[in-house]
């Protein structure tokens, strides 16, 4: 079965550092990814979106991914992290009907 | 302003009580979804919309219900068989099944 992964459930970075937030999928083709991110009591918002073509890709915000299919991930990073990058982060695959999300991680930045 | 949006922001049930949330979008998107979201759960498809007059159940379909009557509305009833309601409830759009997918702003249901 198709299914999103984010091992880590809980972040903390310094403000200034930089941010790898993981994501492992399972499907058997190409499958389209997303980076949403939720601030407390909000909607999603798109990060980033990879449907084909180059394996790295830039969102808003600062933030990119690279695709990498031997290794099943579609890991978020951001070079140099903000106090206002704190949240909840979630990505999410193509499950063929809707999207399939993992069960997010949220990023808390410490001063 | 093209969107999405969710009312109330809101919204209390009393025991045995039906109640509807509402999801409206003017992005002229074909496919309209539910989503409902518990901490530490992610977000489970509840049911989805791919086109008017037509909807499909998602993984947590019991004891809800929508209907897709106009394009631009998708309305979602909590009803009294659903006996763990509270939680907060997202509604996203999409131009189609594989596009991406727009989220409005939630609204919280809560039992008295």
């Known amino acids: 079965a198709q299914s999103v992964t984010q091992p880590d459930i809980h972040i903390t970075v310094s403000e200034g550092a930089s941010l790898e937030l993981r994501c492992n999928y399972s499907y058997g083709a190409t499958p389209y990814l997303f980076w949403y991110v939720q601030s407390p009591g909000q909607g999603l918002q798109l990060l980033l979106k990879y449907f084909s073509g180059d394996t790295l890709v830039q969102g808003i915000k600062g933030f990119e991914a690279e695709f990498k299919r031997s290794q099943s991930s579609f890991n978020l990073r951001k070079p140099s992290v903000h106090w206002s990058d704190a949240a909840e982060y979630f990505c999410?695959?193509?499950?063929?009907?809707?999207?399939?999300f993992g069960k997010g991680t949220t990023l808390s930045v410490s001063s | 302003d093209g969107g999405i949006t969710q009312s109330p922001k809101y919204l209390f049930r009393k025991e045995g009580q039906n109640v509807t949330l509402s999801c409206e979008q003017n992005l002229n998107h074909d496919a309209m979804y539910w989503y409902r979201q518990d901490p530490g759960q992610g977000l489970r498809l509840i049911y989805y919309s791919q086109i008017v007059n037509d909807f499909q159940k998602g993984d947590i379909a019991e004891g809800y219900s929508v209907s897709r009557e106009k394009k631009e509305s998708f309305p979602l009833t909590v009803t009294s068989a659903q006996k763990n309601p509270t939680a907060f409830y997202l509604c996203?759009?999409?131009?189609?099944?594989?596009?991406?997918?727009?989220f409005g702003p939630g609204t919280r249901l809560l039992v008295l």
């Open positions: 999410a695959g193509d499950g063929g009907t809707a999207l399939i």
């Open positions: 996203a759009s999409s131009a189609s099944r594989q596009e991406t997918q727009y």
